[in-house]
């Protein structure tokens, strides 16, 4: 959520009553705003030798963009508190009849297809709202913008240059201009290597570096304006002075170029000579069809319907008193001739959040109260209560590890690719394993497969602690399998480890013994079980009959000091499989892990006891 | 050699009970000097826990003399030792012949300088050195030899002014004064520590003495195992669920795609959701199948499906402008570890959709998930990777926000939480959203204590499911409560292998209610 400083007295004088922080909290929780500070108490910084005055800093939820300046917040507070109603914004044309024009090149599909303008006219600058123009831009850069991806703004001083202008794309080679603030002419590719390093710009040079061509706009003298979106040409910088403010727009989303040019034009033609005046700016792009004027302010009208917003809200409101409600959200709303249910509802240029009705639903809660809202059963229907079947499982062989005496731990379920192959000395046949693209860190690099990582981590972490240490977990590892339309599947597993003077081997094969006891899988001896064969193919002899159970093989694997390790193999309904196995650690993998003791684990995956 | 004062401390209690008889009270440091003040504690512990004996432990410091100082006090101070050799020596000695006398290098050129200064030598002829006076005093041998004899010294400002010098040091050392106790005897009685099976057969229960058992210490150490208490206050929101009436969702799945985690909520392609910031990505494998059934009792329409999350999100439907974007294949086709349980409700309501309940509609429905969610966070104090999202779906026909309201307040009532306050927010899957916040006694404030809403239609029409259709979703972290009410300050010491395994082996049973 972003974040906006306002100045205090400012925006107290300008709501026209002062609150206390209580009750400027109370007011912005109502509304759905966040108070995150009041600075009038803390330290503040001091800016060319002047303490900076008191601040507000207030959260605006992701998606009102208009609120995203001094203006818009005092503006929508005034409207919610009916102290104001909303702005009528007018396009108005020049005397002249004649409206600047941006003529597109088909060139500019090849990287940043849109543009769109607006004029504003005698506009009065004071440095507060100076500052908060500019501030509104790079909120707007940051957030609906995506960084200047989806669009770029560059706002001129009109008197500086003459249009009609153009939206050009041109090798970079070709593009020479005095960039914003700088002294001397770069052509595009220098200044790619200028800004490599810069602070603020180097983050969007990415967006137009490895492209063709680049994006311009030119004046009729050929005066270039901005290369979006990486900066604007020296020339025709805005300063405290400008009176004519020419703003335009370039982007790849056009539905946001559009929003990004209404959300300008609402807050900042309130300072304007004729107050909520918009110049219109005529753009001419015949090769994709985007010939238009801009900016379109003219409300859109929805349509909400009268029971739908009561039912939701759980009100029995009449139509008329719904339209009050929703005046104190700028939404200006009235009963439809055509029905009594439908009310007729005129969203404002800067309100692109209202999608649906349920958006204008809300506001007609939020204009009630959420806390006024009439409180209701929930209980409309009974419904059965459920556990998923691998939880309760997964919970059993839980409350079984910890009555044996073992702690359970919750270690982290993505790791380094090390911890769970090359350290346990195994390899990764590259099927195995699902692989983060992009982590921050190496130890996030894959999802586990085998719980054995974590296990030995806490030990490593808990040296400290008297041994010995018995530790076990009962969570999910997930593998690749490309047959899912998700490409990879979880399995539940159930792992302990013993670390202590001793190698614990007995200890954690009695562990097994106790959890497949209580899921009442019997113990097949080596008699019973083995005879002389070897692999999988085990003949059970108890009246000539597979039996149901468990057995264990000795298996000489890296991962474990040779002699003292076996696999565990279960025979369900006649179906026998290998669930996991069980052995003393060799001691390179203690090395890796940085354990100065013997340990033995043991992992075993749960799901074929569901 | 062993001599009978190395005797071994096992009848040292004896040889105490012996000297008590004989002299009362006794002072351990007259009586036994050269045993440790260990082992005699040792002792005295033994004879006083049977009240043979009572003691009381006198700390003092005393002044030990270091090695250099011992040799002063032998053969006299450096200076004193330069000044004799000259005095002995008619004619004087050269330095040479000094060094040559007194036997050690560093003693002339030490001492050489000291005696100038303290004009008892002086220089003679052809660069001999020669005595200037008689006799001279020795006071730092004399000082040595006073603490040598009584471990401390009458001026206090002497012992600082050796200790200086590095002559001497202090050291601590503990005496005790020893009386006799109400049971004193010259025998060790022996004294049972148990009731056996062996004396109620025998019974010598009924002589034998018994030793106290001490009242004061703890039990023995049950070396008990222990559940993890994020799982016990996972176990307690699981009871809160299932009283409601609530359907566990199978969670076990943590790759989802951009498709079941984002387009299906309705969250826009370019949301900085799915940034590479904020989500992990899969890099192998690489992309996922267009969403479609997986087994044999689901019957849902993931075609239709497909197409509607499409539109709405590009052109709007179900009465929605949509964002008016174009939709990628691709990005919704990518992997990603979910960033929310949600996406399994999704998956779940979009099975509902395909549910036929008595009346041939989708049947109400409570579902719910406590499971593991992944962010791309750079983790600090209160940011982990990987957190639990604790979620809660409540599907029905006519709901309105004052039951979701109500809800929340049984819910949260249930772990104690009571007051609560909702507001306005913004989240792109529900529409209206509201965050509880619930007044915290000890931060003296309003603290968040989870979010909610009802999903939004353009993400349940376009599962199919019917208009007058609402559902209440709702979702916290299992981690922060639980932090919050075990003090504990850094996720890293709750989640994760830095966690203490004395805090999981100690962690109380969690009871909500009880606050």
């Not at chain 2, 559940?227 to 176990?235: D, G, M």
């Not at chain 2, 009436?245 to 949301?271: C, I, K, S």
């Not at chain 2, 507001?423 to 979010?451: C, Q, R, W």
Request: charged share 25%.
């Amino acid at each position: 959520m972003p974040t906006i400083s306002v100045d205090k007295a400012e925006l107290y004088k300008a709501l026209g009553q002062e609150y206390t922080t209580d009750e400027f909290e109370t007011l912005c929780f109502e509304f759905g705003i966040e108070l995150d500070e009041d600075t009038s108490n803390s330290e503040r910084p001091i800016v060319n030798g002047k303490q900076e005055a008191p601040q507000l800093k207030i959260e605006i939820p992701a998606n009102r963009y208009d609120m995203l300046c001094f203006e818009g917040i005092a503006l929508m507070l005034n409207i919610f508190r009916e102290k104001t109603p909303m702005p009528n914004y007018r396009l108005v044309t020049p005397k002249s009849g004649e409206l600047e024009i941006i003529t597109v090149h088909p060139d500019t599909l090849k990287v940043r297809p849109y543009v769109s303008g607006s004029i504003l006219r005698n506009v009065k600058f004071t440095q507060e709202s100076y500052d908060s123009f500019i501030s509104l831009q790079d909120k707007l850069h940051q957030n609906l913008a995506r960084n200047r991806t989806l669009v770029a703004i560059g706002t001129h001083d009109l008197d500086t240059i003459k249009g009609p202008f153009t939206y050009e794309a041109l090798p970079p080679k070709d593009i020479v201009f005095t960039p914003l603030n700088q002294k001397k002419e770069m052509n595009g590719e220098e200044m790619m290597a200028h800004y490599e390093n810069d602070k603020h710009l180097a983050k969007f040079l990415h967006i137009i570096r490895d492209k063709p061509v680049y994006p311009v706009i030119y004046d009729s003298q050929r005066i270039v304006c901005s290369m979006p979106p990486i900066i604007n040409g020296d020339h025709s910088k805005i300063s405290l002075n400008t009176t004519n403010v020419f703003i335009e727009m370039t982007g790849t989303d056009r539905t946001k170029l559009e929003i990004v040019n209404n959300i300008i034009v609402a807050m900042f033609s309130q300072y304007c000579a004729e107050p909520f005046t918009i110049e219109p700016v005529k753009i001419i792009s015949e090769h994709n069809g985007e010939t238009r004027q801009t900016p379109d302010i003219s409300p859109r009208v929805a349509q909400a319907e009268v029971d739908y917003v009561n039912n939701c809200c759980g009100l029995s409101e009449t139509p008329e008193r719904i339209c009050e409600l929703l005046k104190k959200m700028c939404l200006t709303a009235t009963p439809s001739s055509s029905s009594k249910n439908i009310l007729d509802v005129s969203i404002p240029p800067s309100r692109a959040d209202v999608l649906h009705q349920c958006d204008i639903m809300e506001d007609v809660a939020i204009a009630y109260g959420f806390n006024n809202l009439p409180r209701t059963s929930p209980n409309k229907s009974s419904t059965i209560a459920q556990p998923l079947m691998v939880n309760k499982l997964g919970d059993i062989v839980r409350m079984e590890a910890a009555m044996a005496g073992w702690s359970e731990v919750m270690p982290l379920i993505l790791c380094s690719h090390d911890e769970n192959f090359a350290w346990l000395n195994r390899k990764d046949d590259g099927s195995t394993a699902v692989r983060l693209a992009n982590p921050k860190t190496a130890e996030y690099q894959i999802v586990r497969t085998s719980l054995l990582p974590g296990l030995l981590k806490t030990i490593r972490e808990n040296k400290k602690h008297s041994v010995p240490i018995k530790v076990f977990e009962v969570s999910d590892v997930a593998f690749k399998d490309v047959s899912l339309e998700r490409k990879s599947r979880n399995e539940r597993h159930f792992a302990a480890a013993w670390y202590g003077k001793t190698s614990g081997f007995e200890v954690v094969h009695g562990l097994l013994d106790r959890v497949l006891l209580m899921l009442k899988t019997a113990f097949l001896t080596h008699e019973e079980g083995l005879e002389d064969k070897k692999g999988l193919d085990y003949e059970v002899r108890q009246d000539h009959q597979k039996v149901d159970g468990y057995w264990i093989e000795e298996i000489d694997e890296e991962t474990f000091f040779q002699g003292h390790a076996a696999a565990i193999y279960l025979r369900v309904g006649g179906k026998q499989v290998r669930i996991g196995e069980f052995g003393i650690l060799h001691p390179t993998v203690l090395e890796k892990f940085e354990l100065r003791y013997p340990v033995s684990t043991l992992e075993i995956n749960l799901e074929v006891f569901l | 050699m062993a001599n009978a004062q190395d005797a071994p401390s096992g009848d040292l209690p004896s040889k105490i009970l012996k000297a008590l008889s004989q002299q009362e009270p006794i002072l351990s440091a007259d009586t036994f000097p050269s045993y440790k003040s260990t082992e005699l504690k040792g002792a005295l512990d033994r004879l006083a826990s049977r009240s043979m004996v009572t003691y009381e432990t006198i700390d003092r410091e005393e002044a030990v003399l270091e090695a250099e100082a011992l040799e002063i006090a032998a053969n006299g101070s450096h200076e004193a030792r330069v000044f004799e050799a000259l005095r002995t020596a008619v004619a004087g000695l050269t330095v040479s012949e000094l060094e040559a006398v007194v036997g050690d290098k560093n003693v002339v050129k030490v001492g050489q300088g000291k005696a100038f200064k303290s004009k008892w030598i002086a220089k003679g002829k052809e660069g001999r050195l020669v005595a200037s006076t008689d006799s001279i005093q020795d006071t730092t041998r004399e000082q040595l030899k006073i603490i040598q004899e009584t471990q401390t010294h009458p001026d206090p400002k002497i012992i600082a002014d050796l200790k200086k010098r590095k002559l001497v040091k202090m050291q601590k050392i503990i005496h005790f004064k020893i009386v006799k106790g109400p049971k004193f005897a010259l025998e060790i009685t022996k004294e049972e520590t148990d009731l056996t099976a062996d004396m109620l057969s025998s019974g010598a229960w009924k002589t034998a003495a018994f030793k106290p058992y001490n009242f004061k210490s703890l039990g023995a150490d049950q070396n008990a195992g222990a559940l993890h208490p994020l799982n016990k206050v996972r176990h307690e929101f699981r009871q809160i669920f299932f009283e409601m009436g609530f359907e566990e969702m199978p969670t076990n799945r943590y790759v989802e795609t951009g498709f079941w985690n984002f387009d299906a909520l309705f969250v826009p392609q370019q949301h900085p959701a799915r940034d590479l910031q904020d989500t992990f990505y899969i890099s192998d494998p690489k992309t996922a199948d267009k969403p479609h059934a997986e087994s044999e009792d689901d019957r849902g329409d993931y075609e239709s499906y497909w197409k509607n999350v499409q539109e709405v999100h590009q052109e709007g439907k179900y009465g929605s402008i949509g964002y008016r974007y174009p939709w990628a294949e691709d990005e919704s086709l990518r992997l990603v570890l979910r960033t929310h349980t949600t996406a399994i409700s999704t998956a779940m309501l979009h099975k509902l959709a395909s549910k036929k309940g008595p009346d041939g509609r989708p049947p109400p429905a409570r579902y719910f998930s406590i499971d593991r969610v992944f962010r791309n966070e750079t983790v600090d104090a209160t940011h982990l990777a990987e957190f639990h999202q604790v979620e809660g779906v409540i599907a029905d026909y006519g709901l309105s926000l004052g039951g979701l309201m109500e809800f929340m307040e049984i819910f949260f009532h249930k772990m104690g939480i009571e007051d609560l306050r909702f507001k306005p927010a913004y989240n792109p899957y529900t529409e209206p959203s509201m965050e509880i916040f619930s007044f915290h006694k000890g931060l003296d404030k309003l603290v968040e204590i989870g979010n909610s809403g009802m999903f939004r239609p353009e993400m349940l029409e376009a599962m199919g499911l019917p208009k007058d259709m609402r559902v209440f979703g709702w979702g916290l972290s299992l981690e922060r409560p639980t932090m919050i009410k075990y003090k504990v300050n850094n996720i890293r010491e709750l989640l994760g292998h830095k966690v203490d395994l004395s805090f999981i082996e100690r962690n109380p049973a969690v009871r909500l209610e009880k606050s």
